[in-house]
């Protein structure tokens, strides 16, 4: 595939997939309009988002629910499961290692990694805390995949790097600065602050327009 | 102002921000470029995304840090303080409310709500936790402003309708829903296993080009 798909697609189609979740009958079918109104979008977006990854459902049928749930599944890769380590036991990694949505998703917390000793030795999220010092090793032998990295902002491009040069796959980052990686090492940036920034933004220039 | 500004172009702003309050010299100035190069983007680009709110800096000489630094906090809306409430008082609402950079941006912590008997009474976050019976009246005598919604997927929903009734400007919901609210509050959606998801789907679509 070529073509670079836009995030926010991507973003649409996780939500896509949670509708057709709670479908009751996976063997019935869904319009693009009912999957459009459970995603605050159009039908016709619907089926432009569908159309980047090949040809579902039938004109005037719509799709089958148990079908376009294995196709979205797939389509976001997770038809399979990841294997993700927590580097940063902080409070918000912590919450997202023991959330029961992230291991239902396909994704298995299998390490946590933290340089203060007062955490060291000890268990989170029912896995014990090392110490960076062994986190490449652990990336062979556990064969992780993705990082969270969960570390203050001074640390996370250091660790960023290691990451990289390691193996992984993947980095989701919370810490507030843009890593630089190679652009095959796909990086999300989770900034809560920004998000923040983003609602006041949008309600001091709704303001201005008054 | 009319326009609609991209998401990505707040981003970048909050980023410029951190950068400049990086500067150890705020009387003196600082070049698109050397912008450019902290946020991982381009010189051009700094310039567009300053251009859409006036006119900053002089050809040739870059920017003042702390004129820059001053009108970014006030396009952000950070040039002043936010009361936020925290409703659903789990773990990563709870984090985010004792972040620090939380509070030194401008975002103050004035009320918790959960309607679980266990947590009503206790302090969280050094604050009381309320039954969210009192909300209404909350977001009135406590001048309420930003709700942090980390509720049920099943809550969220009625939660933002009581947000939006009570007179509140802006929402960050937590819960895996499109929000149905009027178009002038606006909304943050933060949905980690999306982040997630969008990791998974980079990686799987890369190995689909190979």
Known sequence: MTRKIPDSTVRRLSHYLRS???????????????????????AAQVRKDLSHFGSFGKRGLGYRVDELRAHLRSILGIDRRWRVALVGAGRIG??????????????????????????????????????????????????????????PEGAAQEMAGRAVEAGVKGILNFAPIRLNVPPLVPVEDVNLVMELEALSFAITQAGHEE
């Open 20 to 42: 057709l979740e709670g479908f009751q009958e996976p063997g019935g079918t869904v319009s693009s309009e009912e999957l459009a109104a459970r995603g605050q979008t159009t």
């Open 94 to 151: 912590l919450a997202l290692f023991e959330y029961p949505a992230f291991r239902a998703r396909g994704y298995d917390c299998v390490a946590i990694f933290d340089p203060d000793p007062e955490k060291v030795g000890t268990v989170r999220a029912g896995l014990v805390v090392h110490d960076p010092s062994g986190f490449e090793d652990a990336v062979r032998d556990l064969g992780i995949e993705l990082v969270i990295l969960a570390v």
